[in-house]
């Protein structure tokens, strides 16, 4: 076995991922912009500012040697042996960023001055009034000035926005993103008292539709962690091929206590297709259990039938 001291291995520590690419590996690097580039393998590992980030698996970091264990899964000594290897063959050029870019921002969308018209709308959705105004009081959700859409919004683990959603409280079957948003941090409500489960939906109004469901049977749903996808999942067309999502992937690497997964998705062919993808990806880590409502096509849609709301056709309890 290849020994490395100790001031080899720290220097192949040093060496960021730009600058061994360049050096070494060229045809890997695919130029984004400016001072950002990505992998010809994954379009979705940015590198920029000295720093790496692959999105699709919310890993990231800054040198070489971390790219090559997290990212190719090399054991930390073949790491250290193609960087070194790498050096001694042919000393790099170092590469720096020249200019710092500002990472994009979150840009919320205006409060309006009250939320008299998020709060009637989710009603009329079937939605508990009391988990609609702790979610407000929380700053979970709100109304948008002026055109008085309901807006969901997700947070890092430091309590900082990073995702919004808005849906509109109109006849329209309006939605969209803010500006910046990061589909990894979307719209959940964590259980007060830590546990081992966590609860997946496709859509802010299907959990908060769950946590009511919970409610009106007498249980707490504020003791459950519940995560949305912010939108509907869609697994790759070879079932192999196919990637944790995005929202989920993330919530599960800053949870370590998870060991359960309950999947409320769609009674659909894409709700099922995204089921049958989790599970495939997840249930040699995870208890999977496919929790999909007994009737209707959503949670909402559920509800809804259950409470004897007849003035929401199934195109509106879509959104």
Not at 5 to 15: G, H, T
Not at 257 to 264: A, G, M, P
Request: net charge neutral; proline share 4%.
């Amino acid at each position: 076995m290849a020994y490395y001291p100790p001031e080899v291995i720290q220097r192949a520590k040093q060496m960021d991922l730009l600058t061994y690419l360049k050096n070494y590996e060229p045809d890997e690097l695919v130029h984004f912009s400016r001072d950002t580039y990505v992998t010809r393998t994954h379009d979705s590992l940015k590198i920029s500012n000295g720093m790496w980030y692959w999105f699709s698996q919310s890993i990231g970091g800054k040198s070489a040697l971390e790219y090559l264990i997290k990212v190719r899964d090399y054991t930390f000594l073949q790491a250290v042996e193609t960087i070194v290897g790498s050096v001694v063959a042919a000393p790099p050029k170092i590469y720096k960023s020249i200019t710092k870019r500002t990472p994009e921002r979150l840009i919320l969308p205006k409060k309006a001055p009250n939320n008299d018209r998020v709060k009637s709308y989710l009603i009329g959705r079937g939605i508990d009034e009391d988990i609609i105004q702790e979610c407000i009081d929380n700053d979970l959700i709100y109304q948008q000035f002026p055109n008085n859409n309901v807006v969901f919004v997700g947070y890092d683990q430091n309590k900082i926005a990073r995702y919004a959603m808005f849906r509109g409280t109109n006849e329209s079957n309006f939605k969209g993103e803010a500006n910046g948003s990061h589909k990894a941090f979307s719209f959940q409500l964590e259980a007060l008292e830590k546990n081992d489960r966590v609860h997946l939906f496709e859509s802010a109004i299907d959990l908060l539709s769950y946590a009511t469901l919970m409610k009106l049977n007498d249980k707490e749903w504020y003791n459950e962690s519940l995560l949305s996808l912010a939108g509907v999942y869609k697994p790759a067309e070879n079932i192999e091929d196919s990637k944790v999502p995005l929202a989920l992937n993330y919530y599960l690497n800053q949870h370590p206590n998870i060991k359960k997964i309950y999947l409320h998705l769609d009674n659909d062919k894409a709700g099922r297709e995204s089921t049958e993808a989790i599970k495939y990806l997840l249930s040699s880590r995870y208890e999977i259990i496919d929790n999909p409502t007994p009737v209707g096509k959503d949670v909402n849609d559920f509800l809804c039938l259950k409470l004897g709301i007849k003035n929401k056709n199934t195109k509106e309890r879509e959104r």
